[in-house]
């Protein structure tokens, strides 16, 4: 639910860099999305369209680039990949992981005029 | 299918509606039209002025800037504040009243509530005698550092005092949100399942302290408090667990006892 909470973020942002950047309307926008972010891309992509309506950014494509989730395993000192938070180390099967990537929501870049 | 989403409330109803409908559609379209033409109109030779532009910022940015600013001003008074969240109906209120009738003659007080609605919450902690304010979200399903922040304007925090956030009912959203808390605790009740943890991993990932609650009921229950605490370490290491009643009172002074002590971590100043 807190989707539209971000996408209201998002507009916010296009909002205050329409004034030094210079653009008047936003075309397309990138996110990049970790898949520990705690975002689900659907809702994101029907909250973006409803958010932006009426703003800079009416009709704008969401562009959305997924990043796996990595964490540090302690017990082996090495990256792997983990797909949800509780995901054991796929090596040694330790729970001793500190997440190093793919936690991120970002704004990318924008295609602007 | 129109009384659902509103688009039929037009000036003719019931019969005709889908005839409407259509009409309505196809004045869209033409709207439309002039739409993509005035943007071939912006890109006739020399007036394209299509561009990229980089941008390269978190999506919660602002709300991690106020957060960042609010946890220096805690920081500053030696404020120890904590981001209560869980389900609805963990016991949460109840916590936080026993909590401060065993704390509030020692220790100064706040809080804040979050709900969607009602300011039941803040009455029940107004009773104790300490400060309170309630924020509604209304539609909203968390609070941010922003709401946060005003809250703060209208209360009276003494410095080196405890001021808790008890966020909305939620063991989703809320875990996104950085409110300038020390910490984030999350509250279980042993009445909800012991695989929380592991169905809504990021709210127990991003806590420090998670209390098990209403731990009386347990002889009632097919809880596996043991399950519970390894899926809850599972998620999150370095998760520290206490369990507790705060109803029969049982386990509330390790509670009590882990609140003087990270209060008295404030106190210290880092370089």
New interface residues.
């Given amino acids: 639910?807190?989707e539209m909470?971000?996408c209201e973020?998002?507009l916010?942002?296009l909002e205050q860099?329409a004034g030094g950047?210079a653009?008047q309307k936003v075309?397309t926008v990138w996110?990049e999305i970790g898949a520990l972010?705690?975002v689900e891309i659907e809702a994101l992509r029907f909250s973006f369209d409803v958010v932006m309506e009426g703003s800079l950014a009416e009709g704008a494509k969401l562009e959305i680039i997924q990043v796996p989730g990595q964490a540090w395993c302690l017990p082996c000192g090495v990256n792997v990949p983990v797909e949800?938070?509780?995901d054991?180390c796929p090596h040694c099967g330790s729970?001793?992981?500190q997440?190093n990537g793919g936690d991120?929501?970002?704004?990318?870049?924008?295609?602007?005029? | 299918m129109c009384g659902i989403c509103g688009c039929g409330e037009g000036p003719v109803h019931l019969d005709e509606q889908e005839h409407t409908h259509e009409h309505e559609h196809a004045h869209d379209h033409e709207h439309d039209h002039i739409h993509s033409h005035a943007a071939v109109h912006?890109h006739a030779p020399g007036l394209?002025?299509?561009?990229?532009?980089?941008?390269?910022?978190?999506?919660?940015?602002?709300?991690n800037q106020y957060a960042h600013e609010k946890r220096r001003f805690f920081s500053d008074h030696g404020l120890l504040v904590l981001n209560l969240v869980s389900s609805p109906g963990s016991g949460k209120t109840t916590l936080l009243t026993e909590t401060i009738l065993r704390l509030k003659d020692d220790i100064g007080i706040a809080v804040i509530e979050g709900d969607q609605q009602t300011a039941r919450d803040a009455e029940r902690i107004l009773a104790t005698g300490v400060q309170a304010l309630q924020i509604n979200t209304g539609k909203?399903?968390?609070l941010?550092a922003h709401r946060v922040g005003h809250a703060l304007e209208k209360l009276q925090l003494q410095d080196h005092s405890v001021l808790f956030i008890e966020n909305v009912g939620?063991l989703?959203?809320p875990?996104?949100?950085d409110l300038g808390e020390a910490h984030k605790v999350v509250v279980l009740s042993v009445t909800e399942g012991e695989d929380k943890?592991?169905k809504y991993?990021?709210m127990?990932?991003a806590a420090d302290l998670m209390i098990l609650n209403k731990i009386d009921l347990l002889p009632h229950l097919d809880f596996n408090v043991e399950e519970c605490i390894q899926?809850a370490?599972?998620?999150?290491?370095r998760i520290k667990i206490l369990s507790l009643s705060a109803k029969t009172g049982e386990g509330m002074d390790n509670w009590v006892q882990w609140l003087k002590a990270e209060l008295q971590l404030q106190l210290i100043a880092y370089a």
Avoid: W
């Fill in positions: 639910m807190h909470s971000l973020s998002i916010q942002t860099q950047q653009y075309r996110l972010a705690g949800q938070l509780y054991p729970h001793q992981l997440v991120q929501m970002l704004i990318k870049e924008l295609e602007v005029e | 912006a394209s002025q299509v561009r990229m532009v980089q941008i390269e910022q978190s999506i919660l940015a602002k709300n909203g399903c968390h941010d939620n989703v959203c875990s996104a949100f943890p592991i991993p990021d127990f990932h899926y370490k599972q998620v999150n290491p």
